[in-house]
């Protein structure tokens, strides 16, 4: 059984980068996409990605401009990046994994506050 | 982008209850549909895919049906560990979009 381990700042200022990076333990990264969803507070789930350890990617058009995912697969792991946070992007944010379909295994989640 | 509708968006029920979920997309998608259960602080669980296919270690209680636009998740019999809100998942195109979720409350 797969499992994932996430990390990265909590607590960010409006315009900083975001930086999240998922450890993928049980398994390798390499073979699946690697997604990033967030869930806002009291909100519900918004797909944020994904990318495979090729490099190709998929983001959502809302965040395209802002967002990067990448596979590093020496470490096994998996990255977010998002450039430029305003306070709409609060939120927890997920890792998971796509096999077969989205995302039989999950991160434990990280809560983002980004303070104006 | 494809719209996930999912109604009711909450809802009282009994233990014992057959209870059933729907979820309509705003275009075709096949059976490109996946359930995902999620309880208060914890992190979503998946408990279908492929619109009807049970996910492992999910109970024969849940099962998932539909293809096009429509889809349901029933649970038989609800189970006071099922009190939890339910979201549907499109992922026939991009960008994948999530329904706005069904609360299920005693």
């Known amino acids: 059984q797969v499992q994932l381990q996430q990390w990265g700042a909590g607590l960010l200022k409006s315009s900083e980068t975001l930086s999240l990076t998922c450890a993928v333990y049980g398994g390798s990264v390499s073979g699946y996409y690697w997604s990033w969803i967030r869930q806002s507070p009291g909100m519900g789930l918004e797909w944020i990605g994904e990318?495979?350890?090729?490099?190709?990617?998929n983001y959502s058009p809302s965040l395209k401009s802002r967002v990067s995912i990448s596979v590093d697969r020496s470490k096994n792991e998996f990255s977010l990046k998002l450039n430029s946070v305003t306070a709409a992007d609060t939120a927890v944010y997920y890792c998971?994994?796509?096999?077969?379909?989205?995302?039989?295994?999950w991160g434990q989640g990280n809560l983002v506050i980004v303070a104006s | 982008d494809i719209q996930m509708t999912q109604s009711p968006s909450a809802m009282s029920a009994s233990v014992g209850d057959r209870v059933t979920i729907t979820c309509r997309a705003s275009q075709g998608i096949s059976t490109y549909l996946a359930w995902f259960q999620q309880k208060p602080g914890k992190v979503p669980k998946r408990l279908i895919y492929g619109s009807s296919t049970l996910h492992s270690e999910v109970p024969s209680r849940f099962s998932g049906f539909g293809s096009g636009t429509e889809f349901t998740l029933t649970i038989s019999s609800l189970q006071p560990e099922d009190f939890a809100t339910y979201y549907c998942?499109?992922?026939?195109?991009?960008?994948?979009?999530f329904g706005q979720g069904t609360k299920v409350e005693i």
């Open positions: 990318s495979n350890d090729s490099g190709s990617t």
């Open positions: 998971a994994r796509v096999w077969y379909a989205p995302f039989d295994s």
């Open positions: 998942l499109q992922h026939f195109d991009y960008p994948w979009t």
